[in-house]
C-alpha cells in the first residue's frame, strides 16, 4: 500500500515550472513525504522531503499543505531531461522500514 | 565508492539456470535494499537489510529467491531455478540508519531469461 495519489501523467513545456500533486490523506504525524524520480533506464533518484516546513534544494522546492493531507513538488524551470516518472512516497524518517513506491507520475517536458 | 554499484548490469541466462547478482553499497550506509521492476512496471519491493538485524524478507516472490549480506558491506541475490517471468531490472539501494537523506540506488542488472 503506497499510501499515496498521484496523477498518472502530466505534460509540461520546457521552461515552466512543473507542479507535480499528490495526496496523502491518511498521513500520520510521524511521517515524511518524500519524492524520487526515475528517468528511463536508471534506477531511482532522491529528490527532496520535508514533514511540514516547505523544503528548498537544488532540484526543487516541496510545498506541503498546513494539514499536510496533500504536497506539491514544483520543478521551477522544467527541461528535457526532467522527463521522467516522479513518486511520492511517505513514510517515516530513520525508521526500519522499507519504502513501497506506487505507480508515480509520468512527467513528459515538451519541447 | 561514491556510489552504489551493481554487477553485472545485464545477465542473459536460460530457463533453470542459478543467477547471482551483487551490489556494493555506499560505504558508511547501514540499511541496503533490493527491488525488481518488470519492463514498464513500478518497484517491488524484495528485501532490506538494517546492520545486523534479522533481515526483512517480505517481498521475495518465491523460494527461488535469497539475499545474503555479510556486515553492511556486499550483498548477494540469489535466484535459483530462473523462470521466464524473473526478467526484470534487480535494484539495490543503499542508506544511511539515521539522519536520513534517503536512498541512494545503483543503476541495476538487467536480468533476461530465455
Known amino acids: 500500500d503506497a499510501k499515496t495519489t498521484q496523477p498518472t501523467s502530466m505534460d509540461c513545456a520546457e521552461g515552466r515550472a512543473a507542479n507535480l500533486p499528490c495526496n496523502h490523506s491518511t498521513i500520520s504525524g510521524n511521517e515524511y513525504v518524500y519524492w524520487y524520480r526515475q528517468i528511463h533506464s536508471q534506477g531511482p533518484q532522491y529528490i527532496i522531503h520535508g514533514l511540514k516546513n516547505n523544503e528548498t534544494n537544488e532540484m526543487a522546492s516541496l510545498i506541503i499543505t498546513e494539514d499536510r493531507k496533500s504536497s506539491t513538488l514544483i520543478l521551477p524551470h522544467a527541461t528535457l531531461r526532467d522527463t521522467a516518472v516522479y513518486y511520492c512516497i511517505v513514510r517515516v524518517a530513520n525508521g526500519d522500514d522499507k519504502i513501497i513506491f506506487g505507480k508515480g507520475t509520468r512527467l513528459h517536458i515538451l519541447p | 565508492g561514491a556510489g552504489v554499484s551493481q554487477s553485472p548490469s545485464n545477465k542473459v541466462t536460460e530457463k533453470g539456470k542459478d543467477v547471482e547478482l551483487r551490489c556494493d553499497p555506499i560505504?558508511?550506509?547501514?540499511?541496503l535494499y533490493w527491488y525488481r521492476q518488470r519492463l514498464g512496471q513500478g518497484l517491488e519491493f524484495l528485501i532490506y537489510f538494517q546492520g545486523n538485524s534479522a533481515p526483512d524478507k517480505s517481498g521475495l516472490p518465491s523460494d527461488r529467491f535469497s539475499a545474503e549480506r555479510t556486515g553492511e558491506s556486499v550483498s548477494t541475490l540469489t535466484i535459483q531455478r530462473t523462470q521466464q517471468e524473473d526478467s526484470a531490472v534487480y535494484l539495490c539501494a543503499s542508506s544511511f540508519r539515521t539522519g536520513d537523506y534517503g536512498y541512494t540506488f545503483g543503476s541495476g542488472t538487467r536480468l533476461t531469461v530465455v
Open positions: 560505504s558508511g550506509h547501514t540499511a
